[in-house]
């Protein structure tokens, strides 16, 4: 049983020669900038800011790791997308994201966040392709739902459903302001670190 209160940051990984040996199962949280990313790792840790949440979009510029329990880690990845930063973080950006995606990890599942008021973006697009291309097992979190009424989330949920790269995966309402989809999603995260 994980004790999901025994939770502590461990490391921060700016660069691909930061990253570290996969020793433990590994929970990435992608999505792009301001979804809240950080807000959801919070929630399920019962915590108000080990995760740190960025006062701007595109602040998260380096792969952060949490040790659960000492039975799994969470890998909180940089957000994609945000144009306001220059050309050279963003290739430093890319640089590190590969050298993450190539490394040997015990990468059980990724929690891949789309802003449920908005749908995909582009690079939302791109992603899902990617983890699909790759075979990566993967959940989306549909973050914000608190922001819309029970018809809006029943008709962007099946918005979300229809678009190809969606066909046959799970999706999760979340908020972090109601307790919708964090049992969901812890559950989901036990069954993959049994």
């Not at 921060?12 to 301001?34: H, M, R, T, V, Y």
């Not at 990468?107 to 973006?121: E, F, K």
């Not at 979190?141 to 029943?154: G, P, V």
């Amino acid at each position: 049983m994980i004790n999901w209160h025994n939770a502590s940051f461990e490391t921060s990984c700016g660069a691909p020669s930061q990253l570290f040996a996969s020793d433990l199962p590994e929970i990435a949280f992608s999505s792009k900038s301001n979804v809240g990313k950080s807000s959801l790792i919070n929630k399920l840790l019962g915590r108000k800011s080990l995760a740190k949440t960025g006062s701007e979009p595109g602040k998260t510029r380096t792969v952060n790791f949490f040790n659960i329990d000492g039975q799994l880690r969470f890998v909180d990845l940089p957000g994609y997308g945000y144009a306001k930063v220059s050309k050279e973080i963003k290739e430093k950006w890319m640089k590190l994201m590969d050298a993450f995606w190539q490394s040997e990890r015990d990468l059980r599942l990724v929690l891949q966040l789309i802003d449920m008021r908005n749908g995909p973006s582009a690079d939302d697009l791109m992603m899902l392709d990617f983890l699909n291309y790759y075979g990566y097992t993967y959940v989306v979190a549909a973050t914000k739902a608190d922001k819309l009424s029970k018809r809006q989330r029943a008709e962007n949920k099946e918005k979300l459903q229809a678009i190809k790269q969606l066909s046959g995966v799970r999706i999760v309402e979340f908020s972090t302001f109601e307790d919708a989809g964090k049992n969901e999603i812890i559950a989901l995260i036990e069954e993959k670190v049994k």
